[in-house]
């Protein structure tokens, strides 16, 4: 086979090497491994990596870059439903800058200290900054996958969408320092909605994080359940300041095509609509329904009107 | 503090980040983080990345790189005694070459099936190489640490001692290609002792990995277990060939400074010596005797005369 992108190495590697045992319940293509330890116990496990380039760039702080590595790993684990533990951090650095590191460990010491993780392996090496995490977590009650969906669930987002891919795209304009600032947090500290993830394990059915665009993640979510969905474009939440400053041609390209919000996109039965407000209520943290499950197809509708798109999510080899 | 090499760095996290929590056995500092899963058994957790440079060079076959990725891990799990059985891959790579991949994987998949391992996660990216694999084992015995050598322990190393260092260091001469072929296959394609760590797990005190050369890895035993040591220079097992070609001046460099041979060097107590004897035999892997641990101070003896040296093992920041 050819491989051309990253979905074709992923399938390279499930036909060529062994990616399941007994005790694995998910291996590859889910935002976690879940091995079973006992009846009821399991421990999720993500691995990410993080470079300058795709992941941060040169304006991003150390704190910023230490920070948003592990945000994004704990990301994973919130869309499994799940509770982080422990983690692992394979650092390659190009030298040993004591101003650098301990700024770095300032921003990763953020997400230790407030979802309580304890750092407990890894590895240094001397080479191209390049800072890859291991997260382990475990499950206090059923956990989430990607495959679960049912018909006729309702579709959720947490937060906001596209204010990641906003900072991004008004970077590129002379314009709109303020703007820029406001927008950049979202990009460089996105909160990983580990306490959402948590509440919800048990009553949504599918959960992912959006880290490639909600059309992209939301596209796993149904073709891992073989379902279609239809989506009210006006009801997507988004901050108002992005319809008025961003180029109207490129307003659903921000939001829908957009990556790095990690916020999470799940799908629940309709019975659960009154828990899923409270836990909004008691989080303080926006949920919004934004559509349903269907048989087939992905559809989008503005004001009940079929819209079509043609941009896809992030790959890093396409 | 100043942060000036690996060591420091390790403190400066273990003082910044919380490393401990009440299921972890062992934190950072030993070659794996030991998970207690409930009364009796545990996993352990490895990661390790390999870069060119530090880790393979530009002469490494692509199935080279895959292979000794994945064994400098499994090696990890070896010095704590334990089986290997599930692995995480984080690939960062320049391109989506089909050719390299492929070899790659074949490297990989060598060690997979012969340990029976399962990959059950990952993660893609474009950057200048860099290959992160983590490894999850779990214990069938007794786990062994570095610190839990004794005194008057017997201290034994497998295999032989310096052929992957004499690989690098004949390749810097003009002469010598059949002897620099026969030595890097030790360089390139090291055999992780899983099943020695399996079968001394009970019996051993104490154990680690050669990576870094046995000056410094035998160093980590016996700082961590508040020793000293004495050995016997005649007694370290060392290809004959070394001995003929390598440049006197360097000869206890090669075998003594030299890292990558990952072999394990252990301790046990005197009266395990038969049963170490019968898993040299069962398993066709020589097993040496090499010197004792003391009360106190490293020293070499070469035929009961004190010998000094004065190089140290490999940092990747000193």
Redesign the interface.
């Known amino acids: 086979m ?5 979905n ?3 399938k ?2 499930q036909k ?6 007994p005790n ?1 319940i998910k ?2 293509g889910d935002d ?2 879940v ?1 079973k ?2 009846k009821n ?1 399991c ?1 999720v ?5 993080c ?4 992941h941060f760039t040169s304006d991003y702080l150390p704190n910023e870059i230490g920070y948003k590595s592990l945000a994004t790993n704990l990301s994973d684990i919130a869309a499994m439903g799940c509770t982080p ?2 983690i ?3 650092l ?2 190009p ?2 800058e ?1 101003e650098w ?2 700024s770095f ?1 300032k921003g ?2 953020k997400l ?2 407030k979802h ?13 900054l ?1 800072i ?1 995490i ?1 997260v ?1 977590g475990i499950n206090k009650n059923k956990i989430l996958y990607r495959n679960g969906a049912r018909i006729n669930d309702d579709i959720y987002v947490t937060g906001t969408l596209g204010s990641a891919r906003a900072a991004l795209m008004l970077a590129k304009t002379n314009k709109f320092k303020k703007e820029i600032k406001f927008f950049s947090k979202f990009l460089k500290m996105p909160q990983p909605r580990i306490e959402i993830g948590e509440r919800i394990s048990n009553i949504a059915n599918s959960c992912i994080d959006i880290s490639d665009g909600l059309m992209k993640d939301l596209r796993s979510i149904l073709d891992s359940s073989k379902l279609g969905a239809s989506i009210d474009l006006e009801k997507l939440p988004v901050h108002p300041l992005i319809r008025k400053i961003i180029n109207p041609k490129k307003y659903y390209e921000c939001i829908l095509g957009g990556g790095e919000d990690y916020e999470l996109c799940f799908t629940a039965p309709r019975k659960s609509r009154p828990t899923i407000q409270k836990i909004s209520l008691a989080t303080r943290i926006r949920i919004t329904l934004i559509g349903k499950t269907t048989k087939e197809n992905m559809s989008f509708l503005n004001n009940g009107r079929l819209q079509k798109f043609n941009f896809k999510g992030f790959d ?2 396409a």
Chains 1, 2 share one sequence.
């Open positions: 050819k491989i051309k992108n990253e074709d190495l992923l390279y590697i060529t090497i062994c990616t399941n045992s694995i291996s590859i976690c491994a091995l330890i006992n116990k421990l496990i993500t691995t990410d990596t470079l300058e380039g795709p533990k422990y692992l951090m394979s390659t650095l030298k040993l004591n590191i301990k460990y990763v010491k230790v200290s309580k993780l304890t750092l407990i392996g890894g590895d240094t090496n001397r080479g191209p390049n890859s291991q382990i890093h080899f």
